[in-house]
């Protein structure tokens, strides 16, 4: 089991960026497929970012080419960048480890962190 301990989120104007941390205090993050996912009220946990364990790394299509996911294995960490952030970010955002890859679709693991709260908003 890994434990997963997230920092960063908050209120930020649209246009603005954030940084999420989602640090491991029980184990190595090497060996595991690491993810970001987001929640919204009433909807299903949606998958945002993946980095394998080989540092290759997904993203969904409404994220990508604005958040970059980023695996530092010296600081046990996943950060997830986020810029040209816009109100549909909007969401609790979840780091999850020890998820695997199937062809195209990702399987979450069974980790998560406890979640934070990003709010994009003027």
């Known amino acids: 089991q890994v434990q997963l301990v997230q920092s960063g989120g908050g209120l930020v104007q649209p246009g603005g960026s954030l940084r999420l941390s989602c640090t491991a205090s029980?184990?190595?993050?090497?060996?595991?497929?690491m993810a970001w996912y987001r929640q919204v009220p009433g909807k299903q946990r949606e998958l945002v970012a993946t980095?394998?364990?080989?540092?290759?790394?997904t993203y969904s299509n409404s994220v990508k080419g604005r958040f970059t996911i980023i695996r530092d294995n010296a600081k046990n960490t996943v950060f997830l960048q986020m810029n040209s952030l816009t109100p549909e970010d909007t969401a609790v955002y979840y780091c999850?480890?020890?998820?695997?890859?199937?062809?195209?679709?990702?399987?979450?693991?069974?980790?998560w962190g406890q979640g934070t709260q990003v709010t994009v908003s003027s």
């Open positions: 999850n480890a020890g998820g695997r890859y199937s062809g195209a679709q990702y399987f979450r693991g069974d980790d």
């Open positions: 029980t184990t190595s993050i090497s060996a595991y497929n």
């Open positions: 980095v394998a364990v080989r540092q290759v790394s």
